[in-house]
């Protein structure tokens, strides 16, 4: 992912290093948004579900078990991550 798409070496392919301590925090919200979603346990009208989201936070989708909610999550080339 580029961090920051002023960086010359993103139009060479070559990756950009940065040390984490000085990204903003726009940038850090932008860690993982198109790699990683997040499964939390929530309560629905229909019972117990699992809410499906971006790693920024955005919601996607609720799944009946947690399974199905991490099966739907690598469908999509993501990686998922239990929220407790």
């Known amino acids: 992912m580029n961090i920051n798409s002023d ?3 993103a ?3 070559e990756p ?6 000085q990204l ?3 940038q850090l919200m932008q860690l993982g ?5 997040y499964v939390k346990q929530v309560d629905t009208e229909a ?3 699992f809410a499906i989201h971006a790693a920024d936070g955005t919601p996607m989708a609720i799944a009946a078990d947690r399974e199905v909610a991490f099966a739907a ?3 999509h080339e993501m990686l998922p991550a239990l929220v407790h």
């Open 7 to 9: 960086d010359q070496s």
């Open 47 to 49: 019972g117990v579900g």
């Open 16 to 21: 950009v290093v940065m040390n984490i301590r």
């Open 11 to 13: 139009l060479t392919g």
């Open 73 to 75: 999550i690598r469908q």
């Open 33 to 37: 948004v198109s790699q990683i979603a």
């Open 24 to 26: 903003s925090p726009q």
